[in-house]
């Protein structure tokens, strides 16, 4: 940009501009915001740096999910490795998958996927895939193909499970733990996310076993809130007009007592008339 080393040198001693690692000069002695602070990261890793992980789907507009900032490399291109970035060197990058324009970083599926590997805990793996389709930062369809990339992996199986039940509707962590405490009880797979209409217009179900007029919503803490409590009050009255027996299940419920809530479906079923073919295990936790 036509400086020469000693007028940077100049600017830095007067604290009129600020070095941040080795390859970072800021032109203010401020915070970096997020943006500049995911600019510094690729220029300190070096050349093919790129977000990924869970730092590219923030890039991409995911919000509520918080991990340390990751970055990956082609694994022959030998990056630095500066404090608070998490370098990852993979030979999985093909061509196509940074986008192309703009903060280099990986595209959403990709990196959705590459998250889920990288979670400390399998929940968080199941987390952070819920969250990126419930935000529409990618589709359950794109994940599935981004993960027909990765053939090993001790993680595999349960992304595998994870897709498939978000291909079949599941937006939320709470969903994905109520599917699978129906296998594991063995209790029907309900439709999930289904629609129904009403006076007012339409509006989806969590789950339901439309055969048996039965349905369970599984509230998260933002159902709380004032204006989608009116919401649920008014979805479940329009329910038990039509007939439909309902459930709520706090999430936080769900995860601590999960053998409590489970029964009650069992029993709600059961007076709906469903019966078991073989007998359900015995439980007592997640």
């Not at 009129?16 to 970096?32: C, K, M, N, P, V």
């Not at 500049?36 to 992980?53: K, N, R």
């Not at 952070?128 to 599935?144: D, G, K, N, P, Y």
Request: charged letters at 25%.
């Amino acid at each position: 940009m036509g400086l020469t080393r000693w007028q940077i040198a100049a600017e830095l001693r007067a604290r009129r501009w600020a070095a941040y690692h080795r390859q970072t000069l800021a032109i203010h002695t401020g915070e970096l915001s997020e943006p500049a602070t995911w600019w510094s990261a690729i220029f300190e890793v070096g050349p093919g740096a790129a977000l990924d992980g869970a730092t590219a789907l923030r890039a991409a507009g995911m919000r509520g999910f918080d991990d340390v900032l990751h970055v990956s490399t082609p694994k022959s291109c030998r990056p630095r490795r500066p404090r608070d970035v998490q370098v990852h060197e993979t030979r999985r990058r093909q061509p196509g998958d940074l986008v192309e324009a703009g903060l280099p970083r990986v595209r959403p599926p990709i990196a959705a996927i590459r998250a889920a590997l990288w979670a400390r805990s399998d929940r968080q793996a199941a987390l952070v895939l819920a969250m990126s389709v419930q935000q529409r930062i990618t589709t359950s369809e794109a994940l599935t193909t981004a993960f027909a990339a990765v053939r090993r992996h001790r993680r595999r199986n349960l992304i595998g499970l994870v897709l498939g039940d978000l291909a079949k509707g599941a937006q939320s962590i709470g969903e994905l733990d109520f599917a699978r405490l129906c296998r594991t009880y063995g209790l029907p797979e309900p439709d999930r996310q289904t629609r129904r209409r009403g006076p007012h217009g339409g509006y989806y179900l969590d789950s339901a076993w439309t055969p048996y007029g039965a349905v369970v919503e599984i509230e998260g803490v933002h159902h709380l809130e004032a204006a989608q409590s009116l919401a649920d009050a008014s979805r479940q009255n329009e329910l038990t007009i039509g007939n439909d027996r309902v459930l709520r299940i706090p999430v936080i419920g769900l995860r601590a007592t999960p053998d409590h809530y489970m029964a009650q479906v069992t029993r709600l079923l059961h007076s709906c008339g469903w019966r078991p073919t073989t007998q359900r295990p015995k439980i007592r936790g997640l």
